[in-house]
């Protein structure tokens, strides 16, 4: 047992050992800008001396050659300076203009200019360089990816920007709701409807409070709740069908009740494209609960109907 521990021991810090040698390059390199990005032969200088440092940070052995100081082509003038310096690898750093943006990136190739790996992050412009090429140095030479190289203190522009969000907007809504009790004791009646509403392209969210009073018979309902609806149309008008779960509170024919229930939604919203809306609608209420009767203590189940016109803006 003791034996077999030593072992496993022994291979994780050789796997260990190779594995960093492998991120050093396993060899002598040097570092070759291609394409300045339009900032400039002077920045672009400077660019790479950021790199070498911080590959030199990392392990990598860079050196030094003044044919390579300059903006470099890769191609055979290139391979021969490479052998002539005696080096297996060559990091090339490549900076293009998108707008007002830099796109760097950092490419590992061999001695015969093959493509190794690469890694690349946008900058929102040369003074950022310093941020972002220390950032995709170390996660081309540890091979790992950009977003495990993030810390407080070296996130860039691109990656620290604010969301960009869809559209949407707040409504407030009156109405005048009518309807009653779908039974036999139910009665005609009239009411008010406050809506608080959240409307996207295709849904909306709404908050909403009311409810419909006989006061000579002593009937209404009362109803608060939140749901959401879908418009399937973007032009001037457009039908919705949508779903709530409510608090209601029924009175219909003399029994009477309350607790949580459900409310179906469809109509049609007029005037989409203004900023006053319009919404002509039927709402079923379906309770979770039965109606008590007073008079004989029996409970009945009751569905309620309602339409509304409503005006939003």
Request: net charge negative.
């Amino acid at each position: 047992m003791k034996t077999t521990m030593i072992r496993m021991a022994t291979a994780l810090v050789v796997l260990l050992a190779c594995s960093n040698l492998f991120a050093a390059g396993n060899g002598r390199a040097v570092v070759v800008v291609t394409d300045d990005g339009g900032i400039g032969a002077t920045s672009a200088c400077t660019a790479r001396i950021l790199l070498a440092d911080e590959l030199r940070r990392l392990g990598v052995e860079v050196v030094e050659n003044s044919q390579l100081d300059e903006i470099h082509p890769l191609d055979d003038s290139l391979k021969q300076a490479l052998a002539e310096v005696g080096v297996s690898q060559v990091f090339v750093l490549r900076l293009s203009a998108l707008g007002q943006k830099l796109i760097v990136k950092v490419e590992q190739r061999d001695a015969a200019l093959q493509l190794l790996a690469s890694r690349q992050l946008p900058a929102a412009a040369a003074e950022e360089l310093d941020v972002v090429i220390p950032r995709v140095a170390e996660a081309l030479v540890r091979n790992v990816a950009l977003e495990q190289t993030a810390r407080i203190d070296n996130v860039s522009a691109q990656e620290g920007r604010k969301w960009e969000k869809l559209p949407g907007e707040f409504l407030w809504g009156l109405g005048v709701v009518l309807g009653g009790g779908l039974s036999s004791r139910a009665n005609f009646d009239y009411g008010l409807d406050l809506r608080f509403s959240y409307e996207m392209e295709h849904f909306r969210l709404d908050f909403e409070l009311g409810g419909i009073a006989n006061f000579d018979k002593e009937d209404g309902m009362f109803r608060t709740g939140v749901g959401a609806s879908y418009l399937p149309l973007t032009t001037s008008w457009s039908p919705y069908l949508g779903l709530s779960l409510d608090y209601l509170f029924m009175n219909v024919g003399g029994r009477d009740h309350g607790g949580v229930g459900a409310v179906v939604h469809g109509g049609v919203e007029f005037f989409r494209l203004h900023s006053a809306r319009l919404l002509v609608g039927l709402d079923l209420l379906i309770p979770f609960f039965r109606l008590h009767d007073s008079d004989t203590g029996s409970y009945t189940y009751n569905l309620a109907l309602t339409g509304n016109l409503t005006v939003m803006w």
